[in-house]
T-cell receptor, first 112, second 115 residues
Framework: AQSVSQHNHHVILSEAASLELGCNYS??????LFWYVQYPGQHLQLLLKYFSGDPLVKGIKGFEAEFIKSKFSFNLRKPSVQWSDTAEYFC??????????FGAGTRLFVKA | EAQVTQNPRYLITVTGKKLTVTCSQNMNHEYMSWYRQDPGLGLRQIYYSMNVEVTDKGDVPEGYKVSRKEKRNFPLILESPSPNQTSLYFC??????????????FGDGTRLSIL
């Protein structure tokens, strides 16, 4: 069955630390990949997406992600986190049009 | 302003009392979808719709119904709610099936509590 795995459910970092959140999916076909962020009490917003071309994609607020096809991975990175990055992060995979599967989410808490 | 609007934002009700959560988008999107969000499980797709009068089940459709009579509206219906349907619900939309690389736009969520 298709699935999306996010390796870390909770991450606590200090400001200025580097961030990497893992995401792996299980699906052999063509995919479109997304990272969404949900700030406390708000709806999901797009951070970045990949559907073709350069596997290193840059998003808003200094986030980037790298698609590694051979590893079925789409990890999210940020060189230096800020307190305002405290949120829940979701990796999502669109399976060729109809279905989108979300990971369970990673709660990030950044200590000021 | 482009948006997805859900109502109500909060609802506390009792087991068995039919309820409807409305969802409306003003972006002329063909694709709409409902998700429920539960701690540790992320978002799980309930139903989706590719266009007017075209709907299909997601991963967790049991206990839910949807309809898509107009392009802009996609209500979620709980005919006989049960406590295990207590959750945070999100409606989302995006352009049509040929644009699956486009992100979804999410509503602000509806928090349902079924007693």
């Amino acid at each position: 069955a298709q699935s999306v795995s996010q390796h870390n459910h909770h991450v606590i970092l200090s400001e200025a630390a580097s961030l990497e959140l893992g995401c792996n999916y299980s699906y052999g076909g063509t995919v479109n990949l997304f990272w969404y962020v949900q700030y406390p009490g708000q709806h999901l917003q797009l951070l970045l997406k990949y559907f073709s071309g350069d596997p290193l994609v840059k998003g808003i607020k200094g986030f980037e992600a790298e698609f590694i096809k051979s590893k079925f991975s789409f990890n999210l990175r940020k060189p230096s986190v800020q307190w305002s990055d405290t949120a829940e992060y979701f990796c999502a995979v669109n399976l060729g049009g109809f279905k989108t599967i979300f990971g369970a989410g990673t709660r990030l808490f950044v200590k000021a | 302003e482009a948006q997805v609007t859900q109502n109500p934002r909060y609802l506390i009700t009792v087991t068995g009392k039919k309820l409807t959560v409305t969802c409306s988008q003003n972006m002329n999107h063909e694709y709409m979808s409902w998700y429920r969000q539960d701690p540790g499980l992320g978002l799980r797709q309930i139903y989706y719709s590719m266009n007017v009068e075209v709907t299909d089940k997601g991963d967790v459709p049991e206990g839910y119904k949807v309809s898509r009579k107009e392009k802009r509206n996609f209500p979620l219906i709980l005919e006989s709610p049960s406590p295990n349907q207590t959750s945070l619900y999100f409606c989302a939309s995006r352009p049509g099936i040929g644009e699956s690389n486009q992100p979804q736009h999410f509503g602000d969520g509806t928090r349902l509590s079924i007693l």
